[in-house]
């Protein structure tokens, strides 16, 4: 790769006016200095687009702006295509990247690495109790990366552009998207974890926003995983452990035990077995992240909410993909 790569950082934002001038700030106060930035807005219902009109007038030479109404997948698919730089990279309108950031990205880079993305934490500042708590949770998994994995989100990712072009973002998925391209991307080379490279991320401020979230991603997972290309992967990956899918797995056996079960003996006992595991892989997953009392009970309801988001997600998904063939 040589020296002073060419960079465009793509940025799809809609209804973010909270975060957003945190976010274009940040990217234009990066160490690095070859570099653009490629919004595209999807006609948000708040702010959001006055404050990048404003940002795009103070910074013409640095940003481009473009509104176009696409769901993100299809607002990148869109963008890649216009990108002549010699690396893209990524991140969203709901986080803050750290000023060394690109420079840091670009020198991880070796051979056969076709991508490098980094962690994700939680700001210093400015969260409520559940985001800081989700957070938490998110910071343990990425602090036990290994060197090389099978994909990372596309809010901190780095890509050189020649195989980013080579594979197009699934534009069925409202969620999950990332994922799914990440798996296309290791067909061309090694995707590289460098947790110097720090993104700071708001995240759902609120339980309402957090189920919904998780019910999108369950409701994904189907038209993700059930196919010839990724069916591999269902059993979990580096970011996503094999004992969330068996935490669902279970979960989705204790349902069919109430629906199923006539002898109300054997379905107590069972059931009993079935969630005494359930909170026992809970609480060993919570004191991993925190020795406080209170979190760790926080933290094994929000798992336990979020395993049945996931199942309720999936059946649905599953019902969905069934119906259109």
Not at 6 to 26: A, F, P
Not at 63 to 75: D, G, S, T, V
Request: hydrophobic share 40%.
């Amino acid at each position: 790769m040589k020296k002073n790569p060419s960079v465009t950082i793509l940025l799809t934002t809609k209804n973010d006016e909270r975060t957003i001038e945190k976010c274009v700030k940040s990217l234009l106060k990066q160490t690095y200095k070859n570099y653009k930035i490629y919004i595209t807005e999807a006609y948000s219902t708040d702010k959001t687009y006055y404050i990048l009109e404003k940002l795009k007038k103070k910074y013409p030479r640095k940003i481009k702006l473009e509104r176009i109404k696409a769901n993100r997948p299809k607002a990148y698919n869109h963008m890649l295509r216009k990108v002549k730089t010699n690396l893209v990279a990524f991140t969203d309108g709901d986080a803050v990247v750290d000023r060394k950031w690109l420079s840091i990205l670009i020198k991880s880079f070796e051979k056969d690495v076709v991508a490098v993305g980094g962690t994700i934490k939680n700001p210093p500042k400015g969260l409520n109790y559940l985001q800081k708590l989700i957070g938490k949770e998110l910071e343990y998994r990425f602090e036990n990366l290994p060197k090389y994995v099978s994909r990372l989100p596309t809010m901190n990712l780095i890509v050189k552009t020649k195989y980013a072009k080579k594979c197009k973002f699934n534009e069925k998925l409202r969620v999950a998207q990332e994922t799914e391209w990440g798996y296309q991307l290791n067909k061309y080379g090694k995707i590289k974890f460098e947790p110097n490279a720090i993104v700071w991320h708001y995240h759902r401020a609120s339980l309402k926003g957090y189920i919904k979230q998780q019910f999108l991603y369950g409701a994904n997972v189907p038209k993700v995983y059930l196919s010839k290309a990724n069916i591999s992967k269902i059993s979990g990956d580096e970011i996503s452990s094999s004992l969330f899918v068996y935490q669902i797995i279970f979960l989705g056996l204790c349902g069919l035990l109430l629906l199923f079960s006539y002898n109300i003996k054997i379905l107590f006992d069972v059931f009993s077995i079935f969630l005494i595991f359930l909170f026992i892989t809970y609480f060993l997953n919570a004191v991993r992240i925190t020795v406080d009392i209170v979190d760790i009970i926080t933290l094994i309801i929000l798992f336990f909410i979020r395993n049945i988001c996931w199942l309720i997600g999936i059946l649905y998904g599953i019902v969905l993909m069934v119906i259109k063939g």
